[in-house]
């Protein structure tokens, strides 16, 4: 089976009841793919997105997302659906052989 979490149950009603009708979602602007050792390898960082701004570039991959860790791609979007809009999270990524820790903020998409 699958479950919904609280936070996008609650940005569905919000969306829906609000003066537009919509539902947006947390988005940091990147395109991923599963990296064979585990995690999501960035492959595309948009313009002026929170990704960009935090420095993210394509080559890392993304281990973590604030508590949730992330195996593969489909664990990177269930993630970030979590995620609340214009609030930091912290990431932990694999870039060559070091693991970081940068902060990116979630954006409107």
Request: include cysteine.
């Amino acid at each position: 089976g699958f479950a919904l979490g609280r936070e996008p149950l609650r940005r569905a009603v919000e969306g829906l009841s609000s003066p537009l009708g919509r539902v947006d979602r947390p988005t940091l602007g990147v395109l991923c793919r599963d990296d064979p050792a585990g995690g999501a390898v960035i492959e595309q960082v948009a313009e002026g997105t929170g990704a960009q701004k935090a420095g993210l570039a394509p080559g890392d991959v993304i281990l973590q997302i604030g508590d949730h860790p992330v195996r593969n791609q489909i664990d990177f979007a269930k993630a970030m659906q979590s995620q609340r809009i214009g609030e930091r999270v912290r990431l932990k990524i694999r870039r060559g052989a070091l693991v970081l820790e940068v902060w990116a903020t979630p954006e409107r998409g």
